[in-house]
């Protein structure tokens, strides 16, 4: 695998008055163009919901029953999985925020706890409660975390509950429940540098909160930290094992008898298991994994479990030695639950919808569809989207939707993680997958589900924009390093397989947040996710030969959102609905106006029938080729897109993005 060194600050080439530099308080937002209603010669087609699955984000087990929190879903709701029977008992809607990650019970198993994601701060709870002896009646609501998002939750022995996660721009503090009260305390903020804790642990005199840079590393940003913090005088004291401080983030915590055991999420290196000693935490041992994370921990007294991109796994206490385990279950996906059934083995809940009972002894199982046992089965909001003639795929969690054009049905296809970005190429569909998967293919003629193509920086783990090159032969990705910072350039030659990752192609705090190609040049958008730093550079380069041709510095307030060429001019969308249009014969900005009445965030754009379309949150407007004027399309077109939303083409001409939770095909015949 080739990688590039940064790219120096050199000479570059401005764009000058065409800018508008004086408007420094909106850079490239000068006044607002006009949007005019779409004509008559539009046609939009409803293709139904884009993906319907039960998807999911966590699992735990009380008594006989599996727990299960729903994933970008709304309304936000519980599940109830009975193992005897194998059905779903039960469900409650939490009706807040679009995730439940974190779940917790108390020691009697009595209630459960729920703390749920949100995109934005709703100003209402964030954590739940689910009375378990009477589950026909509804999780009510008892509490605020200030941080947005709860990650994970942990209940002590005496009923308090403890709650980390985060909120983007902000360390995250350690929040604790009583029940008794009913009030949350903001107990503290042990490491001002990290960015997102996603562990915590309790005994009776001590939490363990578990923190790191999973998202928004790189720059100035923490690494793996562990903190104890004393319930009796309320301090923090670092109980960090120095063996994990180079990973990006502590992953899990779990108490264990006796024993504390820690997990990471590695990135240029294999993710790490401790085991912590609770009467003296300098006494511990720590594993390498070999995998890039390890979580989701269990024991049956002698064992631990935990689950990585690889599957399940088990630590031997006494020889400290790492094993896969090996069962008939198949690919699990991404495991969001893993619980011990006392003489029945492991009770694993997949990303793929499905609850697996395996014997680890036997490597036996008993593998049951959640949607089959009576799990709702609803519409999910939706990632990347590709589309030719025949086919259009949607990119969900662990999952690709095909719809057929021709037939009309829908087959939910097995993709680890997320399709962030799609193409298809004669046929074939390519996606980049977060988180660390890499690329993916499938040829609906060949392959029953898709399989990896190939496999880059694991550091490198967040695609989010795929292209097709037609002159090299060349997929071409760009993405966003989460935990290092900065970004990189994939190719990939379907010609030859070759591969290549060219990291930080635009400077050491830039991602790749768009990239599109014209005559075998690759046009790279830059953002910067930090409130420091460069943003919004463009960068001609080379995807053979992996060297810059030219850059163009943008005065923006913000990055690229999405990048489009037609004939001699790049279009560019930023993130705060800037539009900008470069003739790429001088390398200079010839054009710019204010979306931001169209276009308020996130945007993707796309070329048809000679005219350049974007899409974002809200609407689909067009561009003209001569006079650059934008022209709404479809208003309130209010795509559900979990990030960001997505426009493709069929090679007809034809667009297919979302209206709500539904597929659409809009046929748009302007007239020059």
């Known amino acids: ?17 065409a800018l508008g530099l004086a408007a420094a308080a909106a850079p490239l937002l000068p006044s607002p163009a006009q949007a005019t209603p779409a004509g008559p010669r539009t046609t939009v087609t409803d293709l139904g919901p884009a993906i319907e699955q039960f998807a999911l984000m966590s699992g735990i087990l009380v008594g006989d029953t599996v727990y ?14 009975h193992l005897p029977t194998r059905r779903v008992v039960a469900r409650t809607d939490l009706g807040t925020g679009h ?20 995109k934005a701060d709703e100003g209402g709870p964030n954590l739940f409660r689910w009375d378990l002896r009477t589950p026909d ?33 902000k360390a995250p503090a350690l929040w604790g429940y009583d029940p008794g009260t009913g009030l949350v305390r903001r107990l503290g903020v042990p490491d001002p540098n990290a960015t997102l804790a996603r562990a915590v642990a309790a005994t009776d005199t001590t939490v363990f909160f578990g923190a790191g840079s999973t998202l928004a590393g790189g720059g100035g940003a923490s690494r793996a930290s562990l903190h104890a913090y004393d319930r009796a005088t309320g301090t923090f ?17 779990a108490v264990m008898g006796d024993r504390l055991v820690v997990t990471t999420a590695g990135s240029t290196g294999p993710a790490k298991l401790a085991v912590m000693d609770l009467a003296d935490l300098s006494s511990y041992t720590v594993t390498a994994t070999g995998g890039k994370v390890a979580k989701t921990l269990t024991t049956d007294g002698e064992r631990i479990y935990f689950s990585g991109e ?43 919808g499905f609850v697996a009972e395996i014997d680890p002894a036997t490597g036996t199982s008993v593998v049951t569809d959640l949607g089959t046992a009576g799990a709702p089965v609803t519409p999910q909001t939706c990632m990347g989207i590709a589309a030719d003639d025949r086919y259009v795929y949607v990119g969900g969690n662990n999952v690709v939707a095909r719809h057929d054009l021709c037939g009309g049905g829908v087959v939910n296809l097995r993709a680890p993680g997320e399709a962030k970005d799609a193409e298809v190429v004669r046929g074939v569909l390519y996606t980049g997958q977060y988180s660390s998967q890499g690329m993916w293919t499938y040829s609906p003629a060949a392959d029953r589900q898709p399989r990896r193509l190939a496999q880059f ?84 380069f080379d995807p053979v030969r992996g060297r810059e041709l030219w850059r163009l510095d943008l005065p923006l307030a913000t990055g690229v959102a999405a990048l489009a060429v037609r004939g001699r001019h790049l279009y560019g969308l930023t993130r705060k609905g800037g539009l900008f249009v470069v003739d790429l014969r001088i390398r200079r900005v010839v054009h710019t106006a204010d979306l931001r009445a169209l276009c308020p965030g996130f945007a993707a754009m796309a070329t048809s029938r000679g005219w350049v379309y974007g899409v974002s949150d809200t609407t689909l407007f067009r561009v003209h080729p001569k006079t650059f004027a934008v022209t709404t399309v479809v208003a309130g077109i209010d795509g559900a897109w979990y990030s960001g939303p997505h426009v493709n083409t069929d090679g007809l001409g034809r667009l297919y993005t979302l209206r709500g939770h539904r597929l659409v095909r809009v046929d748009d015949r302007p007239v020059l």
């Open 137 to 169: 009646a509804p999780a009510v609501a008892v509490g605020r975390t200030e941080d947005r998002d709860i990650r994970e939750l942990a209940v002590a022995p005496d009923g308090t509950v403890y709650a980390v996660g985060g909120v983007p721009g």
């Open 237 to 253: 004291t670092d109980v960090t094992p120095p063996e994990m401080e180079g990973d990006p983030s502590l992953r899990e915590l």
């Open 99 to 118: 995730s439940v990650q974190a779940l917790a019970a108390d020691a009697d198993g009595r209630y459960l706890y729920a703390g749920v994601l949100t």
């Open 1 to 17: 695998m080739q990688h590039s060194p940064s790219v120096g600050r050199r000479q570059l080439l401005r764009a000058g008055g």
């Open 310 to 352: 690889a599957g399940l796994h088990a630590y031997t206490i006494a020889t400290r030695s790492i094993a896969p385990v090996r069962s008939d279950a198949g690919d699990l996906g991404e495991v969001w639950g893993l619980d011990h059934v006392e003489g029945a083995g492991l009770a694993v809940v997949s990303g793929y």
């Open 457 to 540: 920086p694991s550091e490198q783990n967040r695609p989010l924009d795929l292209c097709f090159d037609p002159v090299n032969g060349l997929l071409l990705a760009g993405a966003q390093s989460d935990t290092e910072g900065g970004g990189s350039l994939w190719t990939y030659s379907l010609r030859d397989g070759r591969k290549a990752a060219y990291i930080n192609p635009i400077d050491g705090v830039q991602l790749v947040r768009a990239v599109t190609t014209r005559e075998g040049v690759a046009y790279l958008g830059g953002d910067n996710p930090t409130a420091q730093g460069p943003r919004g550079t463009l960068v001609a």
């Open 68 to 81: 299960i929190g729903s994933r970008n879903l709304t309304p936000t709701r519980l599940i109830a999985f």
